[in-house]
């Protein structure tokens, strides 16, 4: 055996043919080798190619499927509240006395003695002061004097005239003096209760010498000390002497908005709470109202009173009072306020139905911060959108997140 270049020969003793037949059939076998090693290499590439042909077109379609999926908005919903048959509402309020009035002197005069200071509490009837009146005194005796004179005058015109008279029957004296006899007794008699009625003015004068608690209260003022000028009256001269209060049943004023005018009725419940008392609740009722919105705030003055035997409310103090009314109406529904759509053509909500977004349009009622009462356009059945996309609009297909174990969107 030998080798040409790139050809094997084979020369074996015995072998049959000529040299260049050996050489024809090298060189055929040499191409089919060719051949054969480029169609392998040739379906290595082609796989290759289909491979990559293969992975790209699967990204392009999973790219497309996720590319419409994050077209379809993912919302979260909630369902609609029903409106309370009753709630409970908070409003401040001011306390007051059941009966609060100031004392002042009904005659003039000097302070003599006070028996009371601020903060003491006094039946009806109790002597607070006592004032000195010497010009009434010594009045009521000059009148106690003109009333003896008057009564003595009358005396003697009584007598007089039933003498004139006693003589008429005998016509002993003209009827003319008898006439005149009755007449000055008449006078005299007037003269008589004229007198005696100015005594008993200036007695009541005298009377007002000593002061009295109108009624059962506590003292919250007292504006004068003994020796001081008092002044009768209740004009620009005159001071108040004391101020009372009664406390043992309070007055709480509170101004209801007009939208829960109509649940503020005579018997409803409404319980105090003072910052000074953290966790009590002093029972209360509504006893009347002023029946009439007032003009400038839109509010109804209502009067709740307070049993306070044990003194502990003050009169003056702030309080809130909650109020537990009846619901106006039982068809109504609570959504939170992320909920509204502002648009154009009103107000709307965004509901989903079959898979799709459907704007829904809302009548509101009373605002309770992060919530709103839909009077209209919601059965309840519905589920809410919650911070709906500016984007969405009715017909529009939408996903429903999946809710998490408490409540929330996951």
Known sequence: MRVDGN????TEAGASGKPGQENRRTTSFGHAKQVITLALAAMVVAGIVYRGISTRVRATSALTVQ????????????????????????????IQAFIDAPIYARTNGYLKRWYVDIGARVKAGQLLAEIDTPEIDQQLQQA????????????????????????LETDSVAKQDVENAVANDQAKKAMVQSAGENVKR?????????????????????????????????????KELFHIAA????????????????SAVPGVQADLTLAEFPGRRFQGRLVRTADAIDQASRTLLTEIDVDNAAGELLPGAYAEVHFKLASGSASTFTIPVNTLLFRSEGLRVGVVRDGKAVLVPVVLGRDFGTEVEVVSGLDGSESVITNPPDSLVSGGEVRIAPQAPNGGAQ
């Open 67 to 94: 590319t419409q999926e994050m077209a379809v908005p993912t919302v979260s919903v909630i369902q609609p509240k029903r409106g309370a048959s009753s709630e409970e509402i908070v409003l401040p309020g001011n």
């Open 202 to 238: 200036l007695e009541d004068l005298q009377s007002f010498e000593k002061i009295y608690a109108p009624f059962d209260g506590v003292i919250t003022a007292r504006n004068t000390d003994i020796g001081a000028l008092i002044d009768s009256g209740s004009g620009s001269l005159a």
């Open 247 to 262: 406390i043992r049943t309070l007055r709480v004023y509170v101004n209801v908005p007009q939208i829960y005018s109509r």
């Open 7 to 10: 050809y094997e020969v084979e």
């Open 144 to 167: 106690r004097a003109d009333l003896a004179t008057a009564e003595a005058n009358y005396q003697l015109a009584k007598t007089t005239a039933a003498r004139y008279q006693y003589l």
